[in-house]
């Protein structure tokens, strides 16, 4: 109960500050964010920032994620979703309860084998984790995708995601080395794709080939 009245609390903070919207708040007010941080942190797991889950990587802020979710469900609902860097599973558990099916993909093997208890623990059968491959970036043996989420900061556009889009498609992705990183958005509209900047982020850095942005 302590948690779920916490819970409501950081709700109540992120609709005053004009996060996401009333659709993407209800969502995370469902999702027990103390379940996806490690036991010495739950006493903060409903504080507005973002927090160390091992392995150099963090669950992020609920403000950044209730707008980048906000952004992903900005101009209609996409039914399949891929997500870039599952780290503690919070980020695709919110989606799971918006989308049809997310695609969720980790690196690090620890935070994959978590995450997949997790979003078994708690009832999360739209979610389908995946152990990243050392020779591409995302899915691309499962797209394409309605939407693509990016978790983690690139140093430019990963357009090795670019084919992974399906016509009408949005990517969400922070993009800038550290200390200048930016929310961008990209469109997909047949062959082109456009895209557009939006406000400063911070987010661990984007682990994949450098070779693999082609």
Known sequence: ????????????????????????????????????????MTSRAYDDTALPIG??????????????????LDENTPAHVLEIGTGSGYQAAVLAELV???????????????????????????????LA????????????????????GADQLPTALFEQMADGARMIVPVGDSGNQRLMVVHRNGDQFSHETLDAVSFVPLIHNRDEDG
């Open 100 to 130: 049809t099916t997310v695609y969720t993909v980790e690196r690090v093997q620890p935070l994959y084998e978590q995450a997949r208890r997790r979003f078994a623990e708690l009832g999360y059968r739209n979610v389908r984790t995946r």
């Open 1 to 40: 109960m302590a948690s779920a009245r916490s819970r409501a609390r950081l709700i109540a903070r992120l609709r005053q500050l004009g996060a996401g919207t009333d659709e993407v708040l209800e969502a995370m007010e469902k999702v027990p964010r103390h379940m996806f941080v490690d036991e010495a």
């Open 55 to 72: 392995y150099g990587q963090t669950i992020s802020q609920p403000y950044i994620v209730a707008e980048m979710t906000r952004l992903l």
């Open 133 to 152: 491959r050392e020779d591409a970036l995302g899915l691309p043996d499962y797209g394409p995708f309605d939407a693509i989420l990016v978790t983690a």
